[in-house]
Nanobody
Framework: EVQLQACGGGLVQAGGSLRLSCKAS????????IGWFRQAPGKEREGVSC??????????YYAESVKGRFTISSDKAKNTVYLQMNGLKPEDTAIYYC????????????????????WGQGTQVTVSS
């Protein structure tokens, strides 16, 4: 059974940092793409960043709104994907979810929540101004 457990959210001031973790179990981590999505109140869920965990290399992707501020990384030994968020802004406030899909979808599909088969429970990130 595929399971994803996201944690690391919290309340920070604008300009601050948080590191989210997504602990995965129940599947071969090295053959999956893991994505981070977020959903703010009254808004649609949007893709933030994702990482294609190939056995020998990882490929990372970022939404324009977070480029240069967020960094996604993967620790295959721990079956965990991290999202380091620096320079946080009030507009980053949302519930953040991690999601997984087997294989490596084409880039245009990476930002659609429908691409991902399994989802974690979400972690709240609140950035105060």
């Amino acid at each position: 059974e595929v399971q994803l457990q996201a944690c690391g959210g919290g309340l920070v001031q604008a300009g601050g940092s948080l590191r989210l973790s997504c602990k995965a179990s129940g599947f071969r981590f090295g053959d999956y793409t893991i994505g981070w999505f977020r959903q703010a109140p009254g808004k649609e869920r949007e893709g933030v960043s994702c990482i294609a965990n190939a056995p020998d290399t990882d490929t990372t992707y970022y939404a324009e709104s977070v480029k240069g501020r967020f960094t996604i990384s993967s620790d295959k030994a721990k079956n965990t994907v991290y999202l380091q968020m620096n320079g946080l802004k009030p507009e980053d406030t949302a519930i953040y979810y991690c999601a997984a899909v087997p294989g490596f979808p084409i880039t245009s599909q990476l930002w659609s929540s429908e691409t991902y088969a399994d989802w974690g429970q979400g972690t709240q990130v609140t950035v105060s101004s």
